[in-house]
């Protein structure tokens, strides 16, 4: 499946404050806590038995794409998150001052 088609399955389960994908085998999510002026992004995590198969990096793509999206800014709290921010500064406008 490529990032544009996770895209569409990534969703906001502002319940539980948590950015989710469904995969064939569990519950791929980001953490989060919401600012006044920004997203505080705080835990990645792909299921133990999917690791290693490149899901977190696209889950933090299609996170990122749906903050850009909503116009809204992220602070990462997560040193995963903060890892794929530095591999890619495309997304280094969606940091909060």
């Known amino acids: 499946m490529n ?9 906001d389960n ?5 950015y989710e994908m469904q995969l064939d085998g569990g519950v791929a999510f980001v953490t989060y806590r919401r600012s006044p002026d920004a997203i505080v992004l ?10 290693g198969r490149g899901l977190g990096s696209t889950l933090v793509r299609s996170v990122l794409e749906a903050v850009r999206a909503n116009g809204e800014k992220i ?5 995963f998150i903060a890892a794929y921010l530095r591999r890619h500064p495309e997304f280094a406008d969606l940091l909060a001052d």
């Open 42 to 51: 705080l835990h990645a995590e792909v299921p133990r038995e999917l690791e």
């Open 75 to 79: 602070v990462p709290r997560c040193s």
């Open 14 to 18: 502002a319940a539980q404050e948590r």
């Open 3 to 11: 990032a544009a088609k996770l895209q569409q399955v990534v969703r």
